[in-house]
């Protein structure tokens, strides 16, 4: 069974740093994009980073230059540098893997699959 476990999370000054991990486990031959996406109180679930297997990111306008988003294929991890951040940064963050190529009884099939989220809480 494939599962994203997230780390990471947790509370920070604003202007502080922190840095997420997420790491896909079970029988998993390729995952093409990885990111991170975030839920605050009150809002809509919604994207803070994407990267494909290739390298090629994208980054929500509100984060451009302050995160940072990586991964490490041979261990299907994806990782979130987050600088300066703000307390409208506060939010629990999910990782997701789309194109997740993995054994579904015989058969092999592609899958989006989600973390459970981990909680970041930028205050004072």
């Known amino acids: 069974q494939v599962q994203l476990v997230e780390s990471g999370g947790g509370l920070v000054q604003p202007g502080g740093s922190l840095t997420l991990s997420c790491a896909a486990s079970g029988s998993i031959f390729s995952i093409n994009a990885m990111g991170w996406y975030r839920q605050a109180p009150g809002k809509e679930r919604e994207l803070v980073a994407t990267?494909?297997?290739?390298?090629?990111?994208n980054y929500a306008d509100s984060v451009k230059g302050r995160f940072t988003i990586s991964r490490d294929n041979a261990k299907n991890t994806v990782y979130l540098q987050m600088n300066s951040l703000k307390p409208e940064d506060t939010a629990v963050y999910y990782c997701?893997?789309?194109?997740?190529?993995?054994?579904?009884?015989?058969?092999?099939?592609?899958?989006?699959?989600w973390g459970q989220g981990t909680l970041v809480t930028v205050s004072t």
């Open positions: 990267i494909t297997s290739g390298g090629s990111t």
């Open positions: 997701n893997a789309d194109g997740l190529s993995t054994l579904v009884g015989l058969s092999v099939r592609l899958l989006e699959v």
